[in-house]
């Protein structure tokens, strides 16, 4: 009975952290979207101002990445999520009452400290105490449930807020993210397996080569800044922060590429079917061949999408940026699922937590200004033409920096 408890709880804590970012994350950083235009209108701003809401928060998630690991063992994992999860659900409630633009502002500061604990990287910390087996596809599963949540609740907010108005459909948002995040935060969250003298998935198989990981010890910042694979890794998620911006830009791709709005609302919906499928087939390629061989794989997928949507640009060829966009999305998930097997790969064991929140944290910096060089090369060029190219480019990078760090990890 006892070994499968063991068995069962790691994939019951996988669950109720995927949970628990849908909701919470999901609702601040995508949902929110849907607000915007009310929001805008009713306080006389433009949306362009009200974006810099999105920019704060993941400013203040760079800031807070480096010191994710450290708050995690420290504290009690269970409470930490439960408070997180509270704090978003009253957010979202007092929202419903904003009167000044600048109160949202002061929210997304908030907001940003309490999602830097439920994006990528301390997802991935945690799963990667509780799976030693099977982790590319608990990863997968756990991003998995969030595209479900967005898939769901992204229709129905939008219909919600032309019925009811904003400031009621927050309300209800705000119901929805404390009722799936605060019981899955307070009876299923846990840092460590060893903390409930438990082990993690797949932890018999492999106990010689865990321990021997463990005898290692910590590392230093030193240790880190000289490994070719931290480099690596941090150029790469430095690249990533540019092509996995599409999901958001479809609608204006589309506008722009000369096909109608309603097609970029298809575009939108193929993509976030093409994100729950796709979560689970590439977390689990990564435990069947490897994250770096799956990578070259899924990259040379993805420029394939970049042809389709620049043919079908030019043909005009609604069906085909429609599969365009839906194969695309392979660079959103792999931007969650994928860097994240990857930098366990190139990082092992002893360097991933440390390794991966400092990395990741620069990244953030640098990513809060994708979307603006995006738009940018669009406008200078007169369409997105330039923008894919930009994006293959580098996806080939990308690809190359993969064969080298297959020669180069970190232990």
């Not at 009690?76 to 659900?89: E, G, M």
């Not at 990667?128 to 449930?145: H, M, P, R, T, Y």
């Not at 108005?165 to 948002?173: A, D, E, M, N, P």
């Not at 061989?293 to 940026?321: D, E, M, N, P, R």
Request: glycine share 8%.
């Amino acid at each position: 009975m006892n070994s499968r408890k063991r068995d069962y709880l790691p994939w019951i804590v996988m669950s109720c952290l995927g949970l628990c970012s849908a909701a919470c994350y999901g609702a601040a950083m995508i949902l929110f979207s849907f607000f915007t235009t009310g929001i805008s209108q009713e306080l006389h701003t433009s949306i362009s101002t009200l974006s810099y809401y999105f920019t704060i928060i993941v400013l203040v998630m760079a800031v807070i990445m480096p010191f994710l690991p450290k708050i995690l063992k420290k504290l009690n994992t269970k409470f930490l999520y439960t408070a997180i999860s509270c704090i978003v659900t009253l957010i979202f409630f007092l929202m419903s009452t904003f009167n000044n633009i600048y109160m949202y502002f002061i929210s997304a500061i908030i907001l940003g400290i309490c999602v830097s604990f439920l994006t990528f990287v301390p997802v991935g910390i945690i799963l990667d105490n509780w799976f030693v087996e099977k982790k590319g596809l608990a990863v997968g599963i756990c991003w998995g449930i969030s595209s479900v949540f967005n898939f769901i609740f992204a229709p129905i907010f939008s219909n919600l807020i032309t019925q009811l108005g904003y400031r009621k459909s927050f309300v209800i948002l705000a119901i929805i993210v404390g009722v799936i995040s605060i019981p899955s935060a307070l009876f299923g969250i846990h840092f460590d397996p060893e903390q409930l003298g438990r082990k993690p998935y797949g932890y018999n198989r492999k106990l010689l080569n865990k321990n021997n990981e463990q005898a290692c010890g910590e590392i230093s910042n030193k240790d880190l800044l000289h490994s070719p694979a931290f480099w690596i890794l941090g150029v790469m998620i430095v690249l990533l922060q540019f092509p996995a911006v599409f999901l958001q830009l479809i609608p204006t791709f589309a506008v722009k590429s000369g096909f109608s709005l309603a097609t970029g609302g298809f575009m939108v919906s193929a993509a976030m079917i093409a994100d729950i499928i796709l979560n689970l087939v590439i977390g689990a390629s990564f435990d069947k061949i490897g994250s770096e061989k799956a990578s070259l794989g899924w990259f040379i997928l993805i420029l394939i999408s970049y042809l389709s949507l620049f043919v079908a640009t030019q043909i005009h060829s609604t069906s085909l940026a429609i599969c365009g966009a839906a194969i695309n999305d392979t660079m959103y998930v792999y931007l969650g699922t994928g860097i994240t097997a990857l930098a366990s790969s190139l990082l092992g064991k002893r360097a991933f937590a440390k390794g991966f929140s400092l990395v990741s944290s620069i990244s953030f910096f640098l990513g809060a200004f994708g979307m603006p060089v995006n738009t940018g090369i669009a406008e200078l060029t007169g369409g997105y033409a330039a923008v894919l190219g930009f994006w293959s480019i580098i996806v080939v990078i990308m690809f190359i920096l993969t064969l080298v760090g297959m020669k180069h990890h970190f232990e």
